[in-house]
């Protein structure tokens, strides 16, 4: 069975640009052979600038962290949103890592956005 990663990178702010670098840390993860869980793409679906919908995607984003055996965290900030995440795991001992962009070019090649 695949070992299962939580997908934790910036959303907010230039949310297009962001999902286009979550495709990239998603296709990483998979061509690493893990079954990523990545949260963002409830981006698609509900509106991350209204506050309530921003909170129910947060929310069933954390719900999911119950079910992976590691967290990879992705990107150059950690946003406010990311530390709840990342707290989270803690809470549940899960297994965090920080990927740098490097390790993505080596397994993906290109240039991360």
């Known amino acids: 069975m695949m070992k299962k990663v939580y997908i934790c990178a910036p ?3 230039d949310v297009t640009k962001n999902l286009q670098k979550v495709k990239e840390y998603t296709r990483y993860a998979l061509m690493c052979g893990t079954a990523p869980v990545v949260p963002h793409f409830y981006a ?11 909170e129910i995607g947060m929310t069933a984003g954390r719900s999911l962290l119950w079910f992976c055996d590691e967290m990879w965290i992705f990107g150059d900030e950690e946003t406010e949103g990311m530390k709840s995440e990342i707290q ?24 991360i956005l």
Do not use: A, H, Q, V
Request: glycine share 10%; net charge positive; hydrophobic share 25%.
């Open 11 to 13: 959303l907010g702010g």
């Open 44 to 54: 698609l679906c509900l509106n991350d600038r209204n506050p309530k919908e921003r």
């Open 88 to 111: 989270f795991c803690k809470n549940l001992n899960i297994r965090t890592s920080k990927i740098k962009n490097s390790e993505i070019r080596k397994k993906i090649g290109g240039n």
